[in-house]
């Protein structure tokens, strides 16, 4: 069974602040997912990394995929408070369009 | 983008009794559709894989007479909880892709068993 790991669980930061946010899994996959998740809401898609090297950015968030690494980043600039949220890293196996959930980052940012 | 809808939003049932709840792709066809369960500051477990026309693939120790999965056409899949109780309560997501790739969440449905 594929496995992902997220780091930290939880996190709080100031305003204004950068940090990354590392999601590593367990076998080879070829996509790679972000997701946002609001208190009692479903999942809003932040990114979809498809490639080795991928890098997309939107806003103060910016996602890139290392296949070999089997290793994700979500890189947070100059927070602000919008953005506490909890974010989950998915890993879609490669039989099928089935996803594995990294255990979930809470960020609190802090003014 | 694709739309995938989840109905209802949420639920309050009494102990014992059942629940169904429906997942329908919108704009696209889906042979296959996903159910997972999420607890409050958990991430989401898959449940089982849900395939039209045929039976539904369970994930380790989720009991499949009590989740049932009805897959009947390539658009919808519902999930019911029977004779649900408190230990049941929880927010229960679907989610369903094109033939082309990726996944497509619904909007979620919290169940409260009381």
């Known amino acids: 069974e594929l496995k992902v790991e997220q780091n930290p669980l939880f996190l709080s930061m100031q305003e204004g602040k950068n940090y990354t946010i590392y999601c590593n899994y367990s076998t080879t996959s070829d996509r790679l997912y972000w997701y946002r998740q609001d208190p009692g809401k479903s999942l809003e898609s932040l990114f979809v990394?498809?490639?080795?090297?991928a890098v997309k950015q939107e806003g103060r968030l910016m996602a890139s995929l290392d296949t070999k690494a089997r290793l994700s980043t979500l890189h947070i600039t100059a927070a602000v408070h919008d953005l506490s949220a909890t974010y989950f890293c998915a890993v879609e196996s490669n039989t099928g369009n089935q996803f594995y959930f990294g255990t979930g980052t809470s960020l609190t940012v802090i003014p | 983008g694709a739309v995938v809808s989840q109905h209802p939003s949420w639920v309050i049932c009494k102990s014992g009794t059942s629940v169904k709840i429906e997942c329908r792709s919108l704009?696209?066809?889906?042979?296959?559709m996903f159910w997972y369960r999420q607890f409050p500051k958990q991430s989401l477990m898959l449940m089982a894989t849900?395939?039209?026309?045929?039976?539904?693939?369970?994930e380790q120790g989720v009991e499949k007479d009590k989740f049932l999965i009805n897959h009947a056409s390539l658009t919808l899949s519902t999930l019911t909880v029977t004779s649900a109780h408190p230990e049941d309560s929880s927010f229960y997501i679907c989610?369903?892709?094109?033939?082309?790739?990726?996944?497509?969440f619904g909007q979620g449905t919290r169940l409260t068993v009381v």
């Open positions: 704009d696209f066809q889906a042979t296959t």
């Open positions: 849900s395939n039209e026309g045929s039976k539904a693939t369970y």
């Open positions: 990394l498809l490639s080795n090297g």
């Open positions: 989610s369903a892709g094109p033939d082309s790739g990726g996944a497509f």
